[in-house]
C-alpha cells in the first residue's frame, strides 16, 4: 500500500516533467501554483503555530498577573475608569474601611465591648483588606511581623530594637529588590511593599520603645521618650492588631503602640495628659468628642485632591523636563516654571491618600488629639500632612516637617535622636533604604542631605539679618518660599524619574547649579556642631527654670526635640 503510493507519487511527477516539457508555459504555471499551495501551507502553519504559542504565552501572563493581585472582581468597573485593577481595589477598599470605621466605633465602642474582641475585629477585617488587594502577597505582612516578634521574644530587651530594625528592614528590602528587579520595574499602581513600609515603621518603632521601657533607665530617657516608653510585652494578637489594624493595613499612617493601645481601651489621652493638663481635659470633656465633621471635611478634601490630580497630572508630565527639544528650545527661566508646576501636579495623589488614611482612622475614633484653648476638638494626633503648611513652606525644614509626618516622626526617634554621629546623614540614607530599591530613591535623599546643610547654615547666618523689621521679614520669605519650592522640586525629579539615567540628565541640563552651590554654602557659612548647639540650649533651658520656675513644668520638649 504505501509503495503503490510511493510509486504513483513518482509517476505523476514524471508524467508533470514530461508536460513541461510538451506544454512549457502551462507546466511552469502548475509548478509555480504548486509550489504557493507548498509555501503558503508552511506559513499557514507557522502562523497557526505562532498564535498557539503567543495564546499560551498570554494566558501564562494573565495567570501570572492574576496571582500578583488581589481580586478581580472589580475589573467591570476598572475598565470602565480605565483605571488599574489594583488602584480601583485598594480605593474600594478604603472607602469599605471608612464605612467599617463608623460601625467600629459605634457598635464596639469600647465601653461595651472588650479590648480582646476590638482588637480581633480590627485584625481580621484588615486581614481581610489586605487580601483583598494584594492576594496571596498579603502573607508577607503575617510574616514580616511574626519573625519580629519571635526576634523580640528570642533576643531580650536589651537588643531587641537592633535585631528588630535589621531584620525588618532587610525583609522589605528584599520584597522590593524583588518587585523592582523580577516583576516589574516603573510600576506606579499599587503593590504589596507600601503596607510593609508602614508595617516595619510599627515593628522598628514598637521595639525601640520596649527597649526604652524595659532596658533603659528612667533619667536618660528624654521626655517623648518617656512618654512612649512600654513597660510590658505585648500579647500576640495586640501586635498583630498594631501591625495589620484595617484602619491602617492598606495607607498608614504610623502611631505609636502606646496611643494605638489607649484608643482601643478607650482612653486615647492617659499617657500625653499629665496633671493639671489632664485635669483640664477633664473638664473640658463632657462627653466623647464626636469626629464626624472633621471625617467629613478630610474625606471631601481627599476627593478634592484626587479630582485635581486627575485633571492636571497629564497636563504637566514630569518627563517633559528632561526632553531634548524642551531643553533646547525653552529658556531657563520658562524651565524654572515648568519644574514647579510639574512636581506640584504630583502631590495631590498623596494628599488624596493620605487624608483618606487619616478620616478612616478618625471615624474609628482614633486620632484624638486633646482640645484647643477654645475647647474644640482636635483630630490631629496620627495626621501626616499639613497641605497649606507644605505649599507655603519657606524653608527645607518647614516642608519635611509637614509631608508625610508620622514618617518623619519614626526616623527621628529611630534614628536621627539615637545616632551618636552624623545624624542628618544616617537619617536620610535609612529613609532611602525604607523607600525603596529605585536609583531615584538615592539620588533624592543624597541630594537632600547636601541641600538640609546648605539651607540650615543659611537659616542660622542670613535669618536674623532680616527680622529687624516686619517688612524685611515679608521679603525674606517670599525669597525663601521661591527658594525652598524650586530646591524641593529639583531634588524630588530623581524620586518621579526613579532611574538613574534619567535623573543625570535632568541635573545635567541644570548644570547641577544647586548641588554646587549648596556645597558651596555648607562649606563658607559656619553652623556650630549639633553637640555644642545642645549644650546652648541645655544652658538656656536651665536659665529659664530658674528665671520662671512657674513654668518649668509645661515644658515638654527636650533640647533634641528642638533642634534644628
Known amino acids: 500500500m504505501c509503495g503503490e503510493c510511493k510509486g504513483g507519487g513518482r509517476r505523476s511527477e514524471k508524467e508533470e516533467e514530461e ?131 519571635g526576634i523580640m521574644i528570642i533576643t531580650g530587651v536589651e537588643h531587641m530594637h537592633k535585631y528588630c530594625l535589621l531584620v525588618a528592614l532587610s525583609y522589605l528590602s528584599l520584597c522590593q529588590i524583588t518587585r523592582v528587579y523580577v516583576f516589574d520595574y516603573g510600576m506606579y499602581s499599587a503593590d504589596f511593599t507600601g503596607p510593609m513600609m508602614v508595617i516595619t515603621q510599627k515593628i522598628t518603632s514598637l521595639a525601640f520603645e520596649i527597649h526604652d521601657g524595659m532596658a533603659r533607665k528612667e533619667e536618660s530617657l528624654t521626655p517623648g521618650q518617656k512618654m512612649l516608653a512600654i513597660r510590658r510585652m505585648p500579647s500576640l494578637l495586640e501586635y498583630f492588631s498594631y501591625n495589620c489594624n484595617f484602619m491602617g ?27 493639671a493638663d489632664r485635669k483640664s481635659s477633664g473638664r473640658l470633656r463632657k462627653s466623647e468628642p464626636s469626629p464626624n465633621t472633621e471625617v467629613v471635611r478630610k474625606v471631601a478634601s481627599s476627593f478634592f485632591c484626587l479630582l485635581v490630580f486627575l485633571s492636571v497630572c497629564k497636563v504637566f508630565p514630569v518627563e517633559q523636563n528632561i526632553d531634548d527639544d524642551f531643553i533646547a528650545n525653552t529658556p531657563f527661566y520658562g524651565q524654572v516654571v515648568y519644574l514647579y508646576l510639574s512636581m506640584l501636579t504630583t502631590r495631590p495623589k498623596y494628599y488624596f491618600v493620605w487624608t483618606l488614611a487619616d478620616a478612616i ?129 529639583y531634588t524630588v525629579v530623581p524620586f518621579v524619574l526613579l532611574s538613574v539615567g534619567p535623573s543625570i540628565k535632568f541635573y545635567r541640563s541644570w548644570y547641577f547649579g544647586l548641588h554646587i552651590g549648596c556645597v558651596l554654602l555648607a562649606l563658607a557659612l559656619p553652623v556650630k556642631p549639633r553637640h555644642l548647639r545642645l549644650k546652648e540650649q541645655q544652658k538656656n533651658l536651665l536659665q529659664e527654670r530658674v528665671q520662671h520656675p512657674e513654668e518649668a513644668g509645661d515644658s515638654n520638649c527636650s533640647p533634641k526635640e528642638k533642634d534644628t
Open 19 to 149: 508536460q513541461e516539457e510538451e506544454g512549457g508555459g502551462r507546466s511552469i504555471s502548475s509548478r509555480t501554483n504548486r509550489h504557493k499551495r507548498t509555501i503558503g501551507g508552511s506559513r499557514s502553519l507557522r502562523h497557526n503555530r505562532r498564535i498557539s504559542r503567543g495564546a499560551v504565552a498570554m494566558a501564562a501572563e494573565d495567570s501570572r498577573s492574576t496571582a500578583c493581585t488581589g481580586s478581580s472582581l472589580l475589573q467591570p468597573v476598572s475598565e470602565i475608569t480605565n483605571l488599574p485593577l489594583d488602584q480601583v481595589n485598594f480605593v474600594v477598599c478604603q472607602l469599605c474601611a471608612l464605612l467599617s470605621a463608623f460601625s467600629f466605633r459605634l457598635f464596639l465602642h469600647p465601653s461595651r465591648t472588650s479590648p480582646v474582641i476590638r482588637h480581633l475585629v480590627a485584625t481580621l477585617l484588615g486581614l481581610y483588606f489586605a487580601l483583598f488587594c494584594f492576594g496571596w502577597y498579603a502573607l508577607h505582612f503575617l510574616l514580616q511581623s511574626g519573625l519580629t516578634y
Open 249 to 275: 493595613i492598606l495607607a498608614g499612617p504610623t502611631s505609636s503602640y502606646n496611643d494605638y493601645i489607649a484608643f482601643i481601651e478607650g482612653d486615647p489621652r492617659r499617657h500625653r495628659d499629665q496633671g
Open 361 to 489: 482612622n478618625n471615624a474609628a475614633g482614633f486620632g484624638f488629639n486633646g482640645y484647643d484653648s477654645d475647647g474644640s476638638p482636635r483630630w490631629d494626633l496620627i495626621s501626616n500632612l499639613r497641605i497649606l503648611n507644605i505649599e507655603l513652606a519657606t524653608s527645607f525644614k518647614v516642608f519635611l516637617d509637614n509631608w508625610n509626618i508620622q514618617t518623619a516622626h519614626w526616623l527621628k526617634r529611630v534614628c536621627y535622636e539615637r545616632c551618636p554621629y552624623h545624624p542628618t546623614a544616617a537619617t536620610f540614607i535609612l529613609s532611602a533604604m525604607w523607600h525603596g530599591a529605585y536609583p531615584g530613591y538615592y539620588l533624592t535623599f543624597l541630594t537632600g542631605i547636601v541641600i538640609t546643610l546648605a539651607a540650615r547654615a543659611v537659616r542660622h547666618n542670613v535669618r536674623p539679618h532680616f527680622l529687624k523689621s516686619p517688612t524685611h521679614k515679608r521679603v525674606y520669605d517670599v525669597i525663601t518660599w521661591a527658594a525652598t519650592q524650586i530646591a524641593i522640586c
